[in-house]
């Protein structure tokens, strides 16, 4: 699975405002409740920072891709978000989280929740990539990088 087939402009923010970790949870549970249908906003924010207990999912360069399973999601939800200040959000390397892929799934699709979140880290993995998404302009922007990167 790609990003490119879940991802479009509305699920795409551009000047994230938080300023730690569980209000960029928050802010990015936003902006996926505005087109995938969430039955219970507080059990997927639980189970969001449950997984952050266990190991953060800031990977470092400026990357985090927090993401859970929820049996309150349908199907597999995902947005980006991008803070050009950077959020702390105990990235392994210390440093704050400039571009962030969310990723919450109903634990029946976890096939395809765990290719996306591979798929995912790859795309990020590229520094030209990152610096790309952290420039765009606007959110349809973010989209055509990550749609010309996917082919």
Do not use: W
């Not at 891709?65 to 995902?78: M, N």
């Amino acid at each position: 699975m790609k990003l490119k087939e879940i991802i479009d402009k509305d699920l795409v923010k551009i000047g994230i405002e938080a300023k730690d970790k569980e209000g960029a949870l928050d802010e990015l549970l936003g902006v996926i409740e505005k087109k995938f249908k969430i039955t219970n906003r507080e059990d997927v924010k639980k189970k969001l920072l449950e997984r952050e207990a266990v190991k953060s999912t800031g990977l470092g360069n400026g990357i985090a891709i927090p993401h859970a399973h929820s049996e309150f999601v349908e199907g597999i939800a995902a947005c980006i978000g991008i803070s050009k200040e950077g959020v702390e959000f105990t990235c392994l390397d210390g440093k704050p989280a400039h571009v962030f892929v969310m990723i919450v799934a109903n634990p029946q699709y976890n096939l395809k929740y765990l290719s996306l979140l591979a798929h995912t880290a790859r795309i990020l993995s590229r520094e030209d990539i990152r610096q790309k998404l952290i420039d765009a302009k606007n959110e349809e922007e973010v989209v055509r990088i990550i749609r010309e990167f996917e082919g």
